[in-house]
Structures are given as C-alpha cells and as structure tokens.
C-alpha cells in the first residue's frame, strides 16, 4: 500500500518526487481507475524538463531504465485522458436513447471532427464510471518511456525493468484504492490518440500476463 504526506506525495525509497506544478490541475475526486500511457520519446529527462512548463502530464512516470517518477500528487487532477470514446459503444451496450445521442453527435454537419470527438466526451462525462470510461477527475495517470516504430506504428513493448517497476506501482495502487483488473485501462483504447490505439496496450496486456488473466 502507498503511504503518503498530506499533500499526497509518495514516501516510499522506489518512488522518486520530481513534482511538477504545472500539470497538477485541481483537487482529484475518487480514483477508480488507472490510465497507461506512452511519453512518445526515448528518455524520461527530456519528459520532465518539457513537464515544467506544459500543462498535460500523468502523475507517474517510468523511465527507460525503470526508474518512478511521482510527478505530481495523489490529490490532484492531471490533464492525462484525451478526447474520450464512447465506452457503450465498444462494448455494443448502449441504449437506444444513448445510441441516438452519440450518433447525433458523431453526424453532426459543419462540425469539425475534433469538435465532435469534444462533444462526445461532454456526453460520456454526464455518466458515472464504469458506465463510461476514465477520465482526469477519477483515475490516476501512469507514463512509461517508449516511442512509437516508424514501420509498425506502434509503441514499443516496455523493456523488462520497465515492467518491473510498473507491476510494483500498479500492484500498490491496486491496493491502496480498492481497485481490480478491470479498472487499469490503456490511453489509446479509451481515447482518441494514435492510430492503431496502441498507446499503453502492450504494457497493460503485460500486466494482465503477470496476474494469469
């Protein structure tokens, strides 16, 4: 279980407080939920020096040698979750009355798809998770070194001590907020990210390998 201070900073020798301000965003409501990302670039320096100033963040990060970055606190909100799918959807369990509205939403004329991917997620956040998918108010954001191949177009498989570490933060957050399996989600399969919504997935098939899921 994680310990932390009152301004919800880690205390734990694997852990390693490098806050940054600026992607701490407001106070966080209950977490429910995990959210595994991909920086897009080779080092976790050149993450955290671009974390100074840029507003979006997660509050881990991993590093290419497998090194926990806490990030910003436990209490507050990262800007770390996109533009959002609607979950009913990819799971072919919508209302009729939800099916409607999200399609209504989606052909939209003169609507600019990122503005209706926008309001999509305006849609999805009136919803109570699970019922949707996470989102900055409830879940915890979890950044991992690795780039995405210029062939395949997706993100590299984490290297073993990345995994490590990974297992060990998920297992502790697991534990410190009641979670389950169920609850740990990759960025791209959730929101509009990359291309082959790769972003994360690796990682967490990884994860779910490890618990013989």
Same mark, same amino acid.
């Given at each position: 279980? *994680? ?16 806050? !940054? #301000?600026?992607?701490?965003? =407001?106070?966080?409501? $209950? ?7 991909? %920086? ?9 020096? &671009?974390?100074? %100033? +840029?507003?979006? =963040?997660?509050? /881990? ?10 990030t ?7 800007? @770390?979750? =996109?533009?959002?799918?609607? !979950?009913? !959807? %990819? ?22 798809w990122? +503005?209706r991917?926008?309001l999509? %997620? !305006? @849609? ?5 998770? #699970? &019922? $949707? /998918? #996470? ?5 915890? =954001? ?15 498989? #984490? ?6 570490s990974? /297992? ?5 957050i ?10 740990? /989600?990759? @960025?791209?399969?959730?929101a @509009? ?10 990682? *967490?098939? &990884? ?7």
């Open positions: 279980m *994680l310990i932390s201070d009152e301004n919800g900073y880690i205390k734990n020798i694997k852990v390693n407080n490098e806050t !940054r #301000p600026a992607i701490e965003h =407001g106070l966080i409501g $209950r977490v429910n939920s995990i959210v595994l990302h991909r %920086t897009g670039s080779g080092t976790a320096t050149s993450v955290l020096n &671009a974390w100074k %100033t +840029k507003k979006e =963040g997660t509050h /881990f990060l991993i590093s290419e040698t497998g090194k926990i970055y806490q910003a606190s436990l209490k507050k909100q990262c800007w @770390h979750v =996109g533009k959002l799918y609607a !979950r009913c !959807r %990819t799971t072919s369990s919508c209302t009729e009355e939800d099916a409607k509205a999200i399609e209504s939403i989606l052909h939209k004329k003169n609507t600019s990122g +503005k991917f926008r999509v %997620t !305006r @849609h999805e956040l009136k919803k109570d998770y #699970p &019922a $949707r /998918f #996470p989102h900055n108010k409830d879940s915890l =954001g979890v950044e991992i070194v690795g780039v995405v191949s210029n062939e395949r177009e997706v993100y590299e498989i #984490p290297n073993k001590l990345q995994l490590g990974l /297992f060990w933060l998920l297992d502790e697991i534990l410190t907020y009641g979670l389950t399996l169920k609850d740990i /989600f990759s @960025h791209g399969k959730i @509009h990210k990359d291309k082959k919504k790769s972003e994360g997935a690796s990682a *967490l098939k &990884a994860y779910r390998i490890s618990k013989a899921v």
